[in-house]
């Protein structure tokens, strides 16, 4: 077990069962304060921050930082670790915002020529590709 997981607690076990209702989904910590907040659960902010930072050390969620200007993202991987999980990509719309999470064999065949033919290594985890959503067109 890891060491940082010995204490199961029940605001970390309430956080994951909120993640995993939303499989495939990026989630912002505000987003999950805010959650909790309505539905009147006493669960704080600082209590959520350091539980997501420990999840994410456990490889229960992962984390995806796009740039500067926006929040963190998390989304529920389980109990694997993060190099067992499917490589993925991220579209960030520059007018909305919205951050689009994606799992393409194409873009898995760039990645792959990437590193056979340039010897680049490409992180899908912190790859965005910029342009605008099909809302924003």
């Given at each position: 077990m890891n060491p940082?997981?010995?204490?199961?607690t029940k605001q970390r076990e309430i956080l994951i069962d909120y993640f995993k209702t939303f499989p495939g989904v990026h989630i912002n910590a505000g987003d999950v304060c805010e959650y909790?907040?309505?539905?009147?659960?006493?669960?704080?902010?600082?209590?959520?921050?350091?539980?997501?930072?420990?999840?994410?050390?456990?490889?229960?969620?992962?984390k995806y930082v796009v740039d500067n200007n926006s929040p963190a993202c998390f989304e529920y991987v389980g109990a694997d670790s993060h190099e067992d999980a499917a490589t993925c990509f991220h579209c960030k719309c520059r007018k909305c915002g919205k951050l689009i999470h994606m799992q393409c064999d194409e873009l898995e065949t760039i990645e792959a020529h990437l590193f056979e033919e340039h010897r680049f290594k490409l992180d899908p985890m912190r790859t965005v590709f910029y342009g605008l959503c099909e809302n924003c067109i």
């Open positions: 940082r997981s010995k204490y199961k909790f907040r309505s539905q009147g659960s006493p669960i704080g902010q600082a209590t959520v921050y350091r539980q997501l930072e420990k999840l994410v050390d456990e490889g229960v969620l992962s």
